[in-house]
């Protein structure tokens, strides 16, 4: 081999083992700092998965945190001198089997109908009975008492499944109910139609109540408007089952002082929100505690009854 070969060989060499230092020096660097950050950038991503859905079973993201609890600008009346009275007043929504894996708020707020029809009768074997926010009503003004272990199912906004899902198990048992209609919602796509409404009205076992007409947040709207959807909802849902309505339920659970008088004044007997508790006196009267009960069934759902105390 000559020498200027030989030279070349070794010069070759020389630059082959130099790019290749590079090429390493480049990787392990690459390796130092990226690699981290799309770690940090996977474990971030898993927390958020797993918080989101932790909330959706604590609270569904229809409702912010802030409605869970009793809002600091509302005044409460003084305490009632008879001590508070346990009824849960259970809150639902959907009932039926959601077809669309993307729609996470009403997965979220849906229990399926076999599981609602199992709490029916886990709650009927363990000797509640069922009746409606009026009647509870009646019991604050005196007129009567309460079963022993009083219990209220209420069903927001008026969907098509309470009529085609929820109202052949509360046929089938007996038990009754309150639904709460958005009137501007009727007939439209998911929600019942208005001779769907007028067949529960006349069921004897479904109190109509009013959830304004277009379902506004009553504290982000003025008071005109506010007065409308609330005193508005009350005569058309009066107009088409052809008796009063003395139950109120804000939407989204946004209430305020002034959402509170113009209930009050429009004739409502009681309000409800999605305040959490299930101890109740004329001091929550227009903002009626309630309860999610999610899927709970059997004895899951008895000892989270029984040991409710607030």
């Not at 508070?84 to 707020?109: A, F, G, M």
């Amino acid at each position: 081999m000559t020498r200027e070969k030989i030279g070349m060989f070794f010069l070759t060499y020389f630059l082959y083992t130099r790019g290749m230092r590079r090429r390493v020096r480049k990787s392990v660097r690459f390796s130092v700092i990226i690699l981290p950050v799309c770690a940090v950038l996977s474990l971030l991503c898993v927390f958020l998965f797993i918080a989101g859905t932790w909330k959706n079973v604590l609270t569904p993201s229809y409702y912010g945190r802030d409605v869970l609890t009793l809002p600091s600008d509302v005044h409460l009346l003084p305490a009632p001198l008879a001590p508070p009275v346990k009824v849960p007043v259970l809150l639902y929504h959907y009932v039926e089997y959601v077809k669309d894996p993307r729609d996470t708020i009403r997965q979220s707020l849906d229990i399926v109908p076999a599981v609602f029809e199992k709490q029916i009768q886990t709650l009927l074997a363990d000797s509640y009975t069922f009746i409606t926010l009026d009647e509870f009503a009646d019991y604050l003004d005196g007129k009567n008492a309460l079963p022993e272990k009083p219990i209220i199912l209420t069903f927001d906004d008026g969907y098509s499944d309470f009529y085609t899902d929820v109202m052949p198990i509360l046929f089938k048992y007996h038990v009754k109910a309150v639904a709460f209609i958005i009137t501007g919602f009727l007939d439209k796509h998911n929600f019942m139609t208005t001779a769907q409404l007028q067949v529960v009205a006349s069921s004897g076992l479904v109190e109509i109540a009013s959830h304004t007409i277009h379902h506004v947040n009553l504290r982000a709207v003025g008071e005109k408007t506010a007065d409308t959807e609330i005193r508005g909802s009350k005569m058309q849902l009066e107009a088409i089952i052809g008796r009063q309505v003395h139950t109120f339920a804000y939407p989204n659970g946004d209430f305020n002082d002034m959402a509170i008088r113009l209930v009050t004044k429009a004739g409502y007997r009681t309000a409800v929100s999605v305040v959490e508790g299930s101890l109740h006196s004329e001091q929550d009267r227009y903002f009626v505690y309630r309860l999610r009960p999610g899927a709970r069934t059997g004895k899951n759902l008895t000892g989270w009854l029984a040991g409710l105390t607030k």
